[in-house]
């Protein structure tokens, strides 16, 4: 499990904030912030709380001092050190959590060149759902091959593709007692730190031995990049789309690396619209999970093969 | 008569140490400017250069010797204990600093911009508002440099000179 727990049992996030609000947030969701999911931080507008039971508006209405008080704890008191990372509008902390920033920015060249003021945090409390995977485990492994088959994963936003993928990297990645074939070498290209949630480098969520994780780094170079050095036989990437990383997938199958990735859409039927993607699709990959905020279904070939309820 | 003797040189003694401590003074003001200038030049290319986070940067000053250890100290006492801000933390520490600092009043007036100058989100400004406050650094210390050498001398000469004259005017 995540380690979110600092003195007296109390969630890290909470020590990012100014004393009041951390009063509020104990009494209205505990120290361990239970089933809290977002926390929105605008300036001048009352603190919102995005829980499995909806949203929820706190009397706390933060002003400029709370602004700098939550800067300075996400950053350590260093701001500037985070410069890079803000550009891309977020940040990832301790723990594995993401922060995203939005407020003034200044550009040079027409790029975002810096964050000037700060308006509005939405801090994301990272989430791992230990075992949400192992009911497709069995159907995703080909005995006779003793690999993995590849597998897409798709869903509209929020309806849980990346903590699913996130199990399947921990899964595959661990020892398994009696079927130690299952467990192989797996590389994570994690471009927006979002599947292994990396601090300075380093997998803040739970994951096995046989792991490699490149941070932020684009899925078209890191892909190639990982089976150069890492020489994986997984790859796990996130939010495939764009017709350059479908040929980079494409290249990576055909060295062998079994593909385990996710997608934005809200069907298939969607996905195969997207002329790239179609060819993908019947050519290479036989097996889809659809994820919605009910669970996640397996298909084989086009055939519903398994359901799971998602948990809360 | 031993007595007025060791009473002439008890007082030829106190009133040279007295020159001593203000030319030492002196002298102590402007080695004072001059660290510091140094500490904030290299904090400054950290920040802007290397992105160093703050708390790294306090613990490597504070292995320097001198004044900027002693600050620096305080400026982290400041952020892990009391858990205040940047900025707060800053002007607490120089708060703190002062009744053991050899550093004039408006030396530590240039000193307590610091806390905001790191305050901003983008290295440039930080460039810019550091740069600003090591160059008047730096003209105190032309200033203190100066004074010493001119005033330090006249300081030791006036306690010697001083104490015998007193010497003179009491026997």
Known sequence: MINCKGVDGMHTILFLFPERLQHLLIESFTVSLAGVEEIRIRIGRPVQIESHHGTVDLDYVPSQNDRQHIAEKISQHSFYSLEEEMKKGYVTIEGGHRVGIAGKVTLEEGRVKAIQSISSFAIRIASEQIGCADPFMDELWDPIARRWQHCLLIGPPKSGKTTLLRDFARYISLHHQGCEDRSKKISIVDERSEIAACHHGVPQLTFGTKIDVLDRCPKLEGMTMMIRSMSPEVMIVDEIGHERDIYAIMDAMYTGVSMIMTAHANSIEELQKRAIMDKLLKSEIHHYIHCNQTGYTLFKNGRKIIFSERKP | ?171
């Open chain 2, 1 to 171: 008569m031993t007595i007025h003797w060791i009473g002439a040189l008890l007082i030829v003694a106190g009133s040279s140490l007295e020159g001593f401590r203000r030319s030492n003074q002196l002298h102590k003001r402007q080695l004072a400017l001059v660290e510091f200038a140094q500490a904030l030049t290299w904090m400054q290319n950290e920040i802007v250069k290397r992105q160093t986070p703050i708390l790294e940067i306090i613990r490597t000053q504070m292995q320097r010797k001198g004044e900027v250890a002693v600050l620096f100290g305080l400026f982290q006492e400041q952020l892990t204990k009391n858990q205040s801000l940047l900025n707060d933390a800053w002007t607490k520490a120089v708060d703190a600093y002062k009744p053991v600092s050899n550093l004039l009043p408006e030396d530590l007036e240039w000193l307590m911009r610091i806390g905001e100058a790191i305050k901003p989100y983008d290295r440039q400004s930080i460039d810019k508002e550091l740069s600003f406050i090591i160059d008047m650094l730096r003209s105190c210390h032309q200033e203190a440099r100066s004074r010493a050498v001119q005033m330090g001398k006249v300081y030791k000469a006036l306690g010697v000179m001083g104490g015998i004259l007193i010497v003179l005017l009491l026997s």
